[in-house]
């Protein structure tokens, strides 16, 4: 099977094609830890993710301790599985908004739904913000073309 290079993208930010994070315009959850699972539009190999928040230069309070710190991604076939472990990756409080994290093992598989699962943030212990979280990876030829996605509402506990 020959594979095509596609990009998933979920924006959680309020205006889809939004290339600039505005402060509070995010999706909040109570708490340190949560996750957001995602359905994808076709089956994908994942190699890669971008999580996005704003920085603290953009911050009124110069700091971003609601920003998400270390979190793990995992692969479904289905809604109900668990889910294969992907790898667990750290977003850099000092970098860029966008950051992009490779996998450590993209090979795991081909998946239909994802699981973004925010382990810790940056030391606020009342909520944490999500701004953007793109997926991106592989599906099989003849299954579509590159894609931007807005769910409806994503699950999260």
């Known amino acids: 099977m020959r594979l095509k290079e596609v990009q998933q993208e979920v924006e959680i930010q ?5 290339s ?3 402060p509070g315009q995010c999706w909040p959850f109570s708490g340190d830890q949560g996750h957001l699972s995602v359905s994808l539009s076709h089956p994908v190999s994942i190699t890669s993710v971008t999580l996005g928040h704003i920085t603290k230069s953009q911050s009124p309070s110069e700091s971003i301790a609601s920003a998400p710190r270390t979190f793990s991604i995992y692969g479904m076939r289905t809604a109900t599985e668990e889910g294969r472990y992907l ?15 490779k996998l450590p093992n ?14 810790s943030n940056w030391g606020n212990t009342d909520y944490t913000c999500l701004y953007s979280f793109r997926v991106h990876g592989k599906i099989g030829e003849g299954e579509g073309k590159s894609i931007t996605k807005r769910p409806n509402f994503p699950e999260f506990s």
């Open 20 to 22: 600039s994070l505005l």
């Open 87 to 101: 790898g667990t990756l750290v977003y850099d409080q000092d970098g860029a908004a966008f950051q992009t994290f």
């Open 106 to 119: 993209p090979d795991r598989g081909v998946f239909r739904y994802v699981k973004l699962q925010i382990d």
């Open 14 to 18: 309020q205006h889809v094609g939004q």
